[in-house]
């Protein structure tokens, strides 16, 4: 049996019946695989291998507190069987720095170090511009003014937010636009993402969750009648939605720039034809997912990375 780390946010943070993570450690845990946990700031390099202080973490969906764990030792990440890089945006130096230091073993990472840094969850859909709306990035309130003498309405959002944070609706009328992108921007400073504003949202964000490049199941998020966010974060109804020819298209295109970019497990947001975002830190969707229809997600990618240690 293997020996698996999660390195993520505290245990205490994650939510036992929502979060992806606490499904991928449940399904490793119930196929005899041996849970490591730390957080990014257990990490560190000795004699230039990658190393962990971890804690020996046992997962119990049936009782509060979900998990027990152990005395934290500390473990050179070659001497086990694969990483899950799991940390919560933003992206921050820190999480960077981690990174960096994850670079540092042989042992498989999930996801690839290198493919986290290189794919901000925003920007990394502009390698695929025939299945984005239109988008600008900027740090200009003038630059968006421009965009929405064209199209009117737009939605902005932070390069690295998650769970809806920071999303705004902007239309050209709004007198207090200009203060909000330099907000936003911290006047003018730090790029924001302005995306033109899709009808479609109104009828739901879907979440496709992709296992090396392919396609594992969705949901649709439905936004509440007051938002324009459709985030579970912020009250989004959760519905079982199917995977569409034009969506098992996307999937097939991005297909090997993830596998080229070691992007193993990630969730992509389609709303309407669209593709709006690439999530690739620690995409959720699984547990809802599974919900809906009676499947089991994380034991299909723990089989999946059991076929990837024995090669």
């Known amino acids: 049996m293997a020996d698996l780390v999660f390195v993520l946010d505290p245990l205490a943070t994650l939510i036992p019946h929502h979060d992806s993570t606490v499904a991928l450690m449940q ?14 700031e257990d990490l560190s390099i000795v004699d230039g291998i990658a190393h962990a202080r971890v804690i020996h973490t046992h997962i119990h969906l049936d ?15 070659d001497r086990v069987d694969a990483v899950f890089m799991r940390k919560d945006p933003p992206v921050s130096a820190e999480y960077l720095f981690a990174t960096y230091i994850l670079d540092r073993t042989k042992t498989l990472v ?37 965009f929405l003498k064209t199209f009117h309405k737009a ?15 902007l239309t050209a009328e709004d007198k207090n636009l200009n203060s909000l992108v330099e907000t936003m921007t911290r006047f003018e ?12 949202a ?59 970019d070691g992007l193993y497990l990630v969730g992509i947001d389609v709303i309407g034809p669209y593709l709006t975002e690439v999530n690739v830190t620690s ?3 699984i547990q809802e997912i ?22």
Request: charged share 20%.
């Open 283 to 285: 995409p959720t969707g």
């Open 155 to 169: 939605i902005l959002k932070p390069l690295d937010g998650k769970g809806g944070e920071g999303i705004f609706l």
């Open 27 to 40: 399904a490793a845990q119930n196929r005899g695989h041996t849970l490591w946990t730390c957080g990014i």
């Open 202 to 260: 109104s009828l739901g964000d879907k979440r496709i969750m992709l296992l090396d490049g392919k396609p594992l199941g969705a949901i649709l998020r439905i936004p509440q009648s007051y938002e324009v966010r459709g985030n579970m974060r912020v009250g989004g109804q959760v519905v079982k939605a199917e995977i569409t020819d034009h969506e098992q298209e996307i999937c097939a295109y991005l297909a090997p720039k993830l596998k080229a």
């Open 63 to 77: 009782a509060l507190p979900y998990y027990t764990t152990e005395e934290r030792v500390l473990l050179c990440l």
């Open 110 to 146: 999930m996801n690839r170090p290198q493919g986290l840094r290189d794919a901000n969850e925003k920007v990394y859909t502009l390698n695929f511009l025939q299945y984005t709306p239109e988008t600008l990035v900027t740090t200009r309130p003038a630059q968006v003014r421009e």
């Open 189 to 200: 400073t730090r790029p924001v993402i302005v995306q033109r504003y899709l009808p479609e």
């Open 290 to 311: 599974n919900q809906l229809n009676g499947s089991s997600l994380g034991t299909t990618i723990i089989q999946w990375l059991e076929e990837q240690i024995s090669k």
